[in-house]
């Protein structure tokens, strides 16, 4: 246990120096890989001046050196960093960041805590009465580790690197799932709502939704329970949001068309000399429209974006369906939407992995009695190593192979071990 808590406050002061090291980058080096001027957090930042001052332009790609891809109302959370000025914002906005992540280990240790509360399974007996029991009590040192990993893997430099809001993301959808484990028309208000923020900034996390239904199938009658209210209760939070946003679209038609463009068409790829597009994203979507584009075939992006989004949804939904309970399949539900997510959307990158660690964390500490439960751990240090290693591959051979197939492959992997999982899942867990 010693050696482990040195492995997670060493993790800490690493995520520490992802900091500074972006600091210096942006403020101080002129370097191509980012700079004051070459940063995602640019998007955003004429983002949250944009929704007071142009609101009708929030989306309009050539204002901004990065295009905008949220719903309207997540712009409102950017504007109190953007009136600082850009540089001040920044660094207020990276700080706030880096808070973030002890949010998120704090979110992780309590929903460990209540998922015991509600199901005992004797491959588990971690002893988290308070936070402090995290670094104290030898039964914990599974979770306290693999905190540290999420801590120091790659993918939170990047998040860092390139001024991205995953760690907002993840608090978000984590607090939402907080709430709705804890159970009660209230709380269950509550994560509705916190995920329909969470929605608002990151639009695809919408294919979480299908698994927060209450829905449950019973084996031995063969019959379908569905529970209306607490449903509605759930998706109440989401739909009003969406509905908000929907209703600037309504007044500025040109911003629906403009937030279509940068979202759902797959644009904003780069090309080299031959014309071809080039895109580091690992996505299945993304690498099948590189493809059509090598063999000069001209496809609609959104046509394919929604084929391989069924294609890899409605497969593991019916699965999950089928072999699980509802107070299991929830916290897998949100492991299984964000994964569908990298999968399908158009541009997924390494520091979008942020958002899904925590749930294969979570996947690894409760279900250590799957017959691959390795393989799922490995899949989960490989994201964490390599997945930046890929897109960094990618740029010094795109020329000849434009193709980041090293992330979608981890991906499909992690996919296909649920799958596996699922088809499998111990009885004693359906009782």
Not at 21 to 38: K, S, V
Not at 236 to 264: C, E, H, R, T
Not at 328 to 357: E, K, Q, R
């Amino acid at each position: 246990m010693h050696k482990t808590r040195i492995f997670f406050f060493l993790a800490y002061t690493v995520n520490a120096f992802y900091l500074v090291l972006t600091f210096i980058f942006f403020y101080f080096l002129d370097n191509p890989l980012m700079n004051i001027n070459e940063n995602d957090y640019l998007s955003f930042h004429y983002a949250g001046l944009n929704v007071l001052e142009d609101l009708p332009n929030l989306y309009n790609s050539t204002l901004s050196p990065f295009p905008f891809r949220y719903l309207p109302l997540s712009a409102y959370f950017f504007t109190p960093f953007s009136i600082l000025g850009l540089k001040i914002g920044y660094f207020i906005f990276q700080i706030f960041n880096f808070c973030l992540n002890l949010l998120l280990i704090y979110l992780i240790y309590k929903i460990i805590q209540i998922y015991q509360n509600l199901y005992n399974n004797h491959t588990f007996n971690y002893k988290l009465n308070n936070f402090r029991d995290l670094f104290d009590n030898a039964e914990n040192e599974s979770v306290l580790h693999q905190s540290a990993v999420f801590l120091i893997m790659l993918p939170q430099f990047m998040n860092f690197f390139l001024g991205q809001i995953n760690l907002l993301v993840s608090v978000l959808i984590l607090s939402s799932l907080f709430y709705f484990l804890k159970g009660g028309f209230r709380k269950e208000l509550i994560g509705g709502f916190l995920l329909g923020l969470a929605i608002s900034i990151r639009p695809t996390l919408i294919l979480i939704l299908p698994f927060v239904m209450v829905l449950n199938y019973n084996r031995t009658t063969k019959k379908i329970h569905f529970d209306l209210k607490k449903t509605f209760i759930r998706l109440a939070g989401p739909i009003i949001l969406i509905m908000i946003s929907g209703l600037y679209f309504m007044i500025f038609p040109q911003m629906l068309k403009d937030f279509i463009d940068v979202n759902l068409t797959g644009g904003y790829t780069y090309t080299i000399e031959s014309a071809v597009e080039i895109n580091p994203s690992f996505s299945l979507t993304r690498i099948i429209l590189i493809l059509f584009n090598l063999l000069n075939m001209d496809v609609n992006g959104f046509l394919i974006f929604i084929l391989i989004t069924l294609l890899i949804l409605i497969p593991i939904f019916i699965i999950m369906f089928k072999n699980s309970n509802q107070s299991i399949s929830l916290i897998d539900g949100y492991l299984v939407g964000i994964l569908v997510m990298l999968i399908a959307y158009f541009d997924t990158w390494p520091h979008h992995l942020v958002v899904l660690m925590p749930f294969l964390i979570f996947f690894i500490l409760f279900h250590k009695d799957f017959k691959l439960y390795n393989s799922v751990k490995y899949s989960y240090y490989l994201l964490a190593t390599l997945a930046v290693g890929f897109w960094g591959i990618f740029y010094l051979t795109y020329e000849i192979f434009p193709f980041n197939l090293g992330g979608l492959i981890l991906l499909m992997l992690v996919y296909f071990l649920l799958i596996i999982y699922y088809r499998n899942i111990p009885k004693q867990i359906l009782r």
